[in-house]
C-alpha cells in the first residue's frame, strides 16, 4: 500500500512540475512561452507582476520577449519581437482605463507624443471595458508594428517601432519625472 501510495505521489509530483506555466495570484495561469502568429518564432516569460489599486487586484501584467532581461530601457528601445499581456482580474470600467492609458502615454510617449498622437488616438480607440478573466495583447513584431488583442482579436496593428516604445514604457520606463507601478514594473522584469 506505501509503495502504491508513494508511486502516486510521484507520478503527480513529475506531472506538476512538467506544467509549462507560471501560477500567478488567484490562479492565474501565465504560460511560460508566447507562439507568434505566423510562425514567427516564441517568446519566453520574462516576468509577471500584479497591477493593484486601493489594494485590489487588478490585472497581472507580462512580459515577453527574445531573452530575459531586467534592462527596462533595453527593452523599451529594441527592434525585436515582444510581448505584454494582461491578464485582467477584475471589471476595467472603458473610462477609467481610458485614462489610464492616455496619462501613461503622455509620459512614455515624451518628447514624441505630438509625432504619436494619431496612433495614441488609434489606440485609445480600440479599448474595450475590461471584464474579469479578458486577456489583452500587445505584440511587437519588427516591420510589422504592435498588433492589439483583445481575447484573441485583432482589433487593430499600428505600425513603427516609436509606438511600440511608447506603449512599453507605460510599464516599464524607469524615470524620475514617471515612476508608473514599481512593483508591477519589477515584477515583469523578473527582478
Not at 1 to 11: G, P
Not at 47 to 73: I, Q
Amino acid at each position: 500500500m506505501f509503495k502504491k501510495n508513494l508511486f502516486t505521489m510521484l507520478v503527480v509530483f513529475m506531472f506538476v512540475i512538467s506544467i509549462p506555466a507560471v501560477q500567478a495570484a488567484d490562479d492565474v495561469k501565465i504560460p511560460e512561452k508566447l507562439t507568434l502568429d505566423g510562425g514567427k518564432g516564441e517568446l519566453v516569460l520574462n516576468g509577471t507582476g500584479t497591477r493593484k489599486k486601493f489594494g485590489f487586484k487588478v490585472y497581472e501584467g507580462s512580459l515577453y520577449l527574445k531573452a530575459k532581461t531586467t534592462d527596462s530601457k533595453k527593452i523599451i528601445e529594441a527592434d525585436e519581437p515582444m510581448a505584454i499581456t494582461m491578464n485582467w482580474k477584475r471589471q476595467g470600467p472603458i473610462d477609467k482605463t481610458t485614462d489610464v492609458f492616455s496619462e501613461g502615454f503622455k509620459y512614455g510617449a515624451g518628447s514624441n507624443y505630438n509625432a504619436q498622437k494619431a496612433n495614441i488616438d488609434t489606440f485609445i480607440k480600440s479599448l474595450v471595458k475590461a471584464e474579469k478573466q479578458d486577456i489583452w495583447k500587445y505584440v511587437y513584431i519588427p516591420g510589422e508594428g504592435t498588433s492589439i488583442h483583445y481575447n484573441d482579436k485583432v482589433a487593430a496593428t499600428i505600425a513603427g517601432l516609436d509606438f511600440k516604445k511608447a506603449l512599453f514604457s507605460i510599464w516599464l520606463l524607469e524615470d524620475a519625472t514617471f515612476t508608473g507601478d514599481e512593483s508591477l514594473r519589477k515584477g515583469m522584469l523578473g527582478k
